[in-house]
């Protein structure tokens, strides 16, 4: 790895330090931080890796660091845990050069005024360059990268051997998907992409999105083959009024308004909201956009279709955002069942008798998905289950479960890179 200037690596720590110390999201934290959109674009892509990497590897990068720093470095000394956790990641995963990774990460602690731990981090990190691949030996970096409270949840839900290769696909980066607005084929040939048999385009290739052939114009726009179904699962939807609940980051609906569907989009987040009224007037799209809260907010008749991809707890998308695994735990997806249940039942009042409501979570909890389902249909005797067929899903058959919803795994399609975890459900009313 190429030396890098000490700006990205002191930008790495701060916004490492809003992510594992103060719990802020990755994407909050890069977005949050003064200094990272000044970097220059190697610098900014530099930053991402590293921070990435560290997350994706944070547990055998602890591994390592608990055998040779004997007291834990916490309360005012938890900045010098980042700049080793950062270090180590260098050394250990990126092949960085000694004497970059030493040096930089003593000026951090420097920097960070810990001038105590200058010695401890020196030497720390020289008997990782020298000894961190035989501490690892030949541990599990599955099981160590994924944590205690995940790892049983899924062996429970999936089985031992199923929980291993999701963990396993969690710790490879995942490729770039994008959804073409329309001409496929043209599009696939213009970035270099793969079509999938959904139709999603599948970039192995890397660079800055907003460079990419047909960005400008808004002929496609970034999202995971799996978040394209909860959409196709709508069927026709051209001439219906639809409503997208909880739209942000906007992908779906963008499908929805690409398909000629009468889209009313409603998120609570007005900042998110901003966001998803630029990408449609760059792909020049149009939809009603109503920030509310979902749960409460209602329409003035009822809808044909209405599409809820509810708030959760992500743990589908650890390829993407590896944080996830270390700031949720199983208290978050209690508190997020109660508002998947209140958006639910919120959503079927809205719906038009015979009309189609497609619930999704980019979940791996079980929680989340089908006892979220379970518990409606208990409630609502009104509302009967629309089993999935099998050639709605091309390419991805084994995602339909016994009851015919659907649920993807991020170990699928491993020869194509795999997949974010979905749950999607289909009920009429």
């Known amino acids: 790895m190429e030396y890098t200037p000490l700006a990205s690596r002191q930008a790495a720590v701060e916004i490492l330090v809003s992510c594992l110390d103060k719990g802020q999201p990755l994407d909050e934290a890069l977005a949050r931080h003064a200094g990272f959109a000044g970097l220059d674009p190697r610098d900014r892509a530099f930053v991402r890796l590293l921070l990435a990497t560290t997350l994706r590897r944070l547990g055998e990068i602890d591994v390592v660091l608990a055998a040779l720093v004997e007291r834990p470095l916490e309360g005012p000394n938890a900045t010098g845990r980042q700049v080793l956790r950062l270090g180590t990641?260098?050394?250990?995963?990126?092949?960085?050069?000694?004497?970059a990774a030493v040096d930089t990460s003593v000026r951090l602690i420097e920097d960070a005024h810990l001038p105590h731990l200058k010695g401890l981090a020196n030497a720390v990190l020289r008997r990782i360059s020298r000894e961190g691949a035989a501490i690892l030996g030949d541990r599990d970096?599955?099981?160590?990268?994924?944590?205690?409270?995940?790892?049983?949840?899924?062996?429970?839900?999936?089985?031992?051997?199923?929980?291993?290769?999701?963990?396993?696909?969690?710790?490879?980066?995942?490729?770039?998907?994008?959804?073409?607005?329309?001409?496929?084929?043209?599009?696939?040939?213009?970035?270099?992409?793969?079509?999938?048999?959904?139709?999603?385009?599948?970039?192995?290739?890397?660079?800055?999105?907003?460079?990419?052939?047909?960005?400008?114009?808004?002929?496609?726009?970034?999202?995971?083959?799996?978040?394209?179904?909860?959409?196709?699962?709508?069927?026709?939807?051209?001439?219906?009024?639809?409503?997208?609940?909880?739209?942000?980051?906007?992908?779906?609906?963008?499908?929805?308004?690409?398909?000629?569907?009468?889209?009313?989009?409603?998120?609570?987040?007005?900042?998110r909201m901003a966001r998803v009224g630029e990408n449609l007037a760059r792909a020049g799209l149009a939809a009603e956009l109503v920030t509310a809260d979902a749960s409460k907010w209602t329409a003035s008749e009822p809808f044909d279709a209405i599409l809820l991809d509810a708030p959760c707890s992500g743990t589908g998308t650890l390829r993407r955002h590896p944080d996830i695994a270390w700031l949720k735990d199983e208290e978050d997806v209690g508190r997020l069942t109660l508002t998947q249940d209140r958006l639910l039942l919120h959503a079927v009042e809205q719906l038009k008798p015979g009309g189609t409501l497609v619930y999704a979570v980019c979940s791996l909890q079980e929680d989340e998905g089908p006892a979220?389902?379970?518990?409606?249909?208990?409630?609502?005797?009104?509302?009967?289950?629309?089993?999935?067929?099998?050639?709605?899903?091309?390419?991805?058959?084994?995602?339909?479960?016994?009851?015919?919803?659907?649920?993807?795994?991020?170990?699928?399609?491993?020869?194509?890179?795999?997949?974010?975890?979905?749950?999607?459900?289909?009920?009429?009313?």
């Open 89 to 99: 990641a260098q050394l250990l995963l990126l092949g960085t050069a000694p004497h």
């Open 141 to 271: 970096p599955a099981r160590l990268n994924t944590p205690q409270w995940l790892w049983a949840s899924w062996a429970e839900a999936f089985g031992e051997a199923t929980t291993r290769a999701i963990a396993a696909a969690h710790l490879i980066e995942a490729p770039l998907d994008l959804t073409p607005r329309s001409n496929t084929d043209f599009w696939a040939g213009q970035l270099e992409a793969e079509v999938l048999p959904t139709g999603t385009l599948r970039r192995t290739g890397g660079g800055h999105i907003a460079e990419l052939p047909g960005f400008a114009e808004g002929a496609w726009w970034v999202q995971d083959a799996a978040a394209t179904l909860p959409v196709r699962l709508l069927g026709e939807v051209a001439g219906k009024r639809v409503a997208d609940l909880c739209t942000a980051p906007g992908g779906k609906l963008m499908q929805l308004c690409a398909a000629g569907a009468a889209v009313t989009a409603v998120d609570i987040s007005a900042r």
């Open 372 to 429: 979220r389902i379970e518990a409606l249909l208990a409630r609502d005797q009104r509302l009967r289950r629309v089993p999935v067929q099998p050639a709605e899903l091309p390419g991805l058959e084994d995602a339909l479960t016994k009851d015919g919803d659907v649920r993807t795994l991020p170990s699928m399609w491993p020869e194509r890179g795999g997949l974010d975890g979905f749950y999607i459900a289909r009920l009429t009313l």
